[in-house]
């Protein structure tokens, strides 16, 4: 029996999916260890622990809630370091957090700090004795790792959608933590640049429509957008010969050095299926390809595909789409 | 500017992996190495940045097998000026362990940036670098995708899910690099050539317990083979019908 200490991350105040699924990671494993405690590190500024409760639902027992004006913006090593010195009063099995832009700055610098050993971006977590056996799959989505981490304790990333966020009610206790001050010299924040409003992030979004080259120039993307409207609330995404051309940001690419995503619909639009970009959504429920290239590499994972011009397709498809949702 | 790069050598990315008979790695045969994607673009970012300032010192450090002398020596042909060779029988899959090793020979070496991939090709995990600068103490910047240093300060830019940060942090750092800041240059011949006489010190790397190992490798489930629907916009009706029916998405 051990309790493990999980990362609740938020960003502008509010707990984000990712939060829920580590609960959910870090509630499977406690059990496995035949019945501790999972304690949830919840942190922000004045008034994020009116959120505790959000995760007493997803089973967390305790939620530690650290306060501070400072915590309106990631403060990446204060943050790791109050972690870190909770840690310290408890024999936690693991430490859990999410494989997300804040967990993946955070898990190396309290695995460093603790001496603990780390697993990233893993899919699956087994427990027996002072042992934990993970998968985390790896070279770039290609070839699945079984990982062995010996020893008490350990720092643990999960990767987003991996786990899903399960129910299972708690009446989490809260408790105030002091926020620790940065040990280490710390980088300012001085600006947050938002992205595009109004679209799911593209490691959230259930839908999403995707645009290559074969779209032609910046402008068509308007094409991709229109279908992203067709279906809802879905996200867009690119492949690097977009970004690199600068019709869309950098944030948006989808691949191997981009975005890696796995949603329930994939649409790709103009788009080859170079390997590196495959890389980054060969997991997806359903691949839909446009190309007017019957031979292009994409149409080999697509599960349905159409061979044509985007710039004809793609209109009558949104209509289509448009037609069929009626009602929604 | 004195700039350290830590590089991973690993597989050629567009490979077809096959698994080594041990069921616990891949099978290395045939297989193009080369440095890692990330930290070739730190190896560039760390060209571009002691070019921009007018001169300095660029040192590239790996750890592994004797092979790894071949990624430092590319990274001397495209203009590095020296390497370290940290040796070790294999490179373990314990992200920290590598980071104590490397922490320690980078300790003192006065370095004013320290550059490293976002993370590895193989490993895929993120962690060496960040646990790097822990271990020296330093200010860190993860998955940086734009750098510059003024005025004696790092300037950063770091992709959020959806958002991006601006960050600027004191010297001496540790930086790990995203795409975006810099494609790597293509050694010259002349560089090739230049990079034989280059400096490259060996010795034994400090990997104390290694405590993240790997049992298993396998390769992922296959996708069914791909359908083509039809031609041109005839074949809308039945995309939205298996939208509807089988992918159940609408
Ligand atoms: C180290 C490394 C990392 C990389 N990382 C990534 C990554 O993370 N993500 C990524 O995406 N790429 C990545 N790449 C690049 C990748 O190899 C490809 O170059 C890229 O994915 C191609 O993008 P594309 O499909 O938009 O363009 P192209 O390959 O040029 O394909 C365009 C497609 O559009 C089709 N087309 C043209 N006109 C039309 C039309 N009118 N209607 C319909 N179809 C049309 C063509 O038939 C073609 O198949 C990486 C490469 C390297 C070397
Ligand atoms: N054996 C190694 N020798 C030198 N640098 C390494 C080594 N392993 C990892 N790195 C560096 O750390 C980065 C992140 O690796 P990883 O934490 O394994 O994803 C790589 O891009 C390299 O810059």
Redesign the pocket.
């Known amino acids: 029996m051990a309790n493990v200490l999980v990362f609740a991350e938020t960003r502008n105040g509010e707990l984000r999916k990712i939060a829920f699924e580590a609960v959910t990671a870090a509630r499977q494993l406690a059990d496995a260890t035949g019945g501790g405690e999972v304690h949830a590190f919840l942190a922000g500024a004045p008034g994020v622990g009116a959120k505790a409760a959000q995760l007493g639902i997803y089973g967390a027992d305790v939620v530690f809630v650290a306060e501070s004006a400072d915590f309106a913006q990631f403060a990446r090593e204060s943050f790791a370091a109050t972690i870190a010195d909770r840690a310290k009063l408890d024999a936690y099995r693991a430490i859990v957090l999410g494989f997300s832009a804040q967990g993946r700055d955070l898990g190396p610098r309290i695995a460093a700090k603790l001496d603990l050993p780390i697993v990233s971006d893993v899919t699956e977590i087994a427990s027996s004795g002072d042992t934990l056996t993970v998968k985390h799959p790896g070279y770039a989505n290609k070839v699945v790792l079984t990982l062995v981490v010996s020893g008490p304790s350990a720092v643990i990333s999960v990767r987003p959608s991996a786990f899903t966020a399960k129910e299972n009610a708690k009446p989490a206790r809260t408790e105030t933590i002091a926020a620790v001050p940065a040990k280490t010299p710390v980088v300012t924040v001085t600006e947050i640049k938002e992205g595009a409003k109004g679209r799911p992030d593209l490691g959230e979004a259930s839908i999403i429509i995707s645009g ?3 779209l ?1 120039a910046a402008e068509n993307f308007k094409l991709v957008e229109d279908l992203a409207d067709a279906f809802g609330n879905a996200a867009v995404g690119a ?4 970004t690199d051309d600068g019709w869309r940001p950098h944030s948006d ?6 975005r890696q995503v796995s949603p329930q619909l994939y649409v790709a639009l ?8 495959l890389a ?1 959504m060969r997991t997806s429920k359903t691949i839909v390809a ?4 019957k031979e ?1 590499p ?1 149409f080999k994972v697509a599960d349905y595909g159409i061979v ?4 004809e397709v793609v209109p009558a498809l949104t209509a289509a789409i448009h037609e069929a949702r009626k009602g929604h | 500017m004195k700039i350290a790069v830590c590089i991973k050598r690993t597989p050629d ?1 567009e490979s077809r992996f096959k698994i080594a008979s041990t069921g616990a790695s891949i099978d290395e045969a045939g297989l193009k190495f080369d440095i890692d ?1 990330f930290a070739s673009y730190a190896v560039e970012a760390a060209l571009q940045l002691n070019e921009k300032a007018g001169g300095g010192e660029t040192v590239v450090y790996a750890l592994g097998p004797d092979n790894v002398q071949e990624s430092l020596r590319k990274a001397m042909s495209m203009g590095v000026d020296r390497a370290v060779h940290l040796k070790a029988d294999k490179v373990p899959a314990d992200g920290i362990a590598i980071a104590k090793a490397l922490a320690a020979e980078l300790k003192g070496g006065g370095y004013d940036l320290v550059l490293f991939g976002k993370h590895a090709f193989d490993s895929s995990a993120g962690v060496v670098g960040t646990a790097t600068a822990e271990f020296l103490g330093v200010a860190c910047v993860t998955a940086a995708s734009e750098l510059r240093v003024e005025n004696g300060a790092g300037v950063a830019r770091r992709e959020l899910e959806g958002a991006a940060e601006m960050l600027t942090f004191p010297l001496p750092a540790v930086v790990t690099i995203d795409e975006g800041v810099a494609r790597p240059r293509y050694p010259s011949l002349k560089g090739i050539m230049a990079a034989k006489k280059k400096p490259l010190e060996s010795k034994p790397a400090q990997l104390g317990d290694i405590r993240v190992t790997v049992q298993k490798a396998e390769l992922p489930p296959e996708r069914p083979a791909g359908r083509i629907l039809g031609e041109g916009v005839a074949a809308i009706p039945e995309l939205v019908k298996l939208l509807q029916t089988e992918a159940k998405v609408l």
């Open positions: 290559g080259r074969g032609k492949t690097r010969a977009v690419q989808i691949g191997q050095t981009g103009g788009i080859s299926g170079a390997i590196q970009h980054g446009i190309n007017k290239d292009a994409i044509g011009d985007v710039l | 990315s994607d």
